[in-house]
């Protein structure tokens, strides 16, 4: 079915990708995201892989009515939403891809929107996605990560010093 997808989705259809402002595609991916990452909540937590019993409501009423948006999402433009996500190996593979594909899309981009995107989606995948591994149960890796993560924010704003930029994605 993927194999298909990606041949037909290249040579016959792009959904509505073509017609519709790219604003709208990005907000429908971002939406998905956030349901992706609310109907997470029981797996890893809402942030540093903390739990919160309230959040049972919000987690069932968008497990009950997520399909209506992703739908929603898989029309507008269907080359966007790579068929389903079952495996919580391929969900997280899903997730963080947005992290490469949106500093890549953003260092071609001029200006500074590589920032936004860079650490905006990577301080996403520390503060919340990475807590469905295994390896976050090491205090010590994850200490090490944060420190790298820190390292590199600094290097990458050097020149500007706009941290506050880091939190426009997680936000």
Same mark, same amino acid.
């Given at each position: 079915? *993927?194999?298909?997808?990606?041949?037909?989705?290249?040579?016959?259809?792009?959904?509505?990708?073509? $017609? #519709?402002?790219?604003?709208?595609?990005?907000?429908?991916? #971002?939406?998905?995201?956030?349901?992706?990452?609310?109907?997470?909540?029981?797996? =890893? !937590?809402?942030?540093?892989?903390? =739990?919160?019993?309230?959040?049972?409501?919000?987690?069932?009423? #968008?497990?009950?009515?997520?399909?209506?948006?992703? @739908?929603? !999402?898989?029309? *507008? /433009?269907?080359?966007?939403?790579?068929? @389903?996500? =079952? @495996?919580?190996?391929?969900?997280?593979?899903?997730?963080?891809? #947005?992290?490469?594909?949106? $500093?890549? $899309?953003?260092?071609?981009?001029?200006?500074?929107?590589?920032?936004?995107?860079?650490?905006?989606?990577?301080?996403?995948?520390?503060? /919340?996605?990475?807590?469905?591994?295994?390896?976050?149960? /090491?205090?010590?890796?994850?200490?090490?990560?944060?420190?790298?993560?820190?390292? @590199?924010?600094?290097? !990458?704003?050097?020149?500007?010093?706009?941290?506050? =930029?880091?939190?426009?994605?997680?936000?």
């Amino acid at each position: 079915m *993927l194999l298909f997808k990606l041949i037909h989705g290249h040579i016959f259809y792009d959904g509505l990708a073509a $017609t #519709v402002p790219e604003g709208l595609a990005q907000g429908s991916v #971002v939406a998905i995201l956030v349901i992706a990452i609310i109907i997470a909540i029981p797996r =890893r !937590g809402i942030i540093f892989g903390l =739990r919160k019993n309230s959040s049972a409501n919000v987690v069932q009423f #968008v497990k009950k009515y997520h399909g209506y948006i992703m @739908s929603f !999402g898989t029309v *507008l /433009n269907f080359h966007y939403h790579p068929v @389903s996500h =079952r @495996s919580k190996s391929w969900t997280l593979l899903l997730e963080t891809w #947005v992290f490469i594909h949106g $500093t890549l $899309t953003a260092i071609i981009q001029p200006g500074i929107g590589w920032q936004i995107f860079s650490y905006g989606f990577l301080a996403m995948f520390l503060l /919340n996605q990475i807590y469905q591994i295994q390896i976050s149960q /090491n205090k010590i890796f994850m200490a090490m990560l944060y420190i790298v993560f820190t390292f @590199s924010m600094y290097l !990458g704003f050097k020149k500007d010093k706009a941290y506050y =930029r880091a939190t426009f994605i997680p936000i």
